[in-house]
Nanobody
Framework: QVQLVESGGGLVQAGGSLRLSCAASGSIFSINDMGWYRQAPGKQRELVADITSGGATNYAGSVKGRFTISRDNAKNTVYLQMNSLKPEDTAVYYC???????????????WGQGTQVTVSS
């Protein structure tokens, strides 16, 4: 089994910053892509950013230049540094990690429990 624990959400004023963390634990053999998604009320879940095992990154256009995704492979942790936050960034943020466990031969997708980010104007 694999567990993902997210932290770092909260309430911040527009223009402020937050840093989200997502730590994976359990019977992990290796981790491939790691990413962050968000879902605002009444909207579909959307990709915010992801990062490959080699460190290549991809960002949604709406956050490019403001958010930075990174990972610490030794800690099985992915981070999302969010700067210059806007009210439209308000959403529940979910981490997503592709993991191969010691019991499987393929990578499977796992989701965190979600953390609320609220940006006030």
């Amino acid at each position: 089994q694999v567990q993902l624990v997210e932290s770092g959400g909260g309430l911040v004023q527009a223009g402020g910053s937050l840093r989200l963390s997502c730590a994976a634990s359990g019977s992990i053999f290796s981790i491939n892509d790691m990413g962050w998604y968000r879902q605002a009320p009444g909207k579909q879940r959307e990709l915010v950013a992801d990062i490959t095992s080699g460190g290549a990154t991809n960002y949604a256009g709406s956050v490019k230049g403001r958010f930075t995704i990174s990972r610490d492979n030794a800690k099985n942790t992915v981070y999302l540094q969010m700067n210059s936050l806007k009210p439209e960034d308000t959403a529940v943020y979910y981490c997503n990690v592709w993991v191969k466990t010691v019991a499987t031969t393929i990578y499977r997708s796992y989701w965190g429990q979600g953390t609320q980010v609220t940006v006030s104007s």
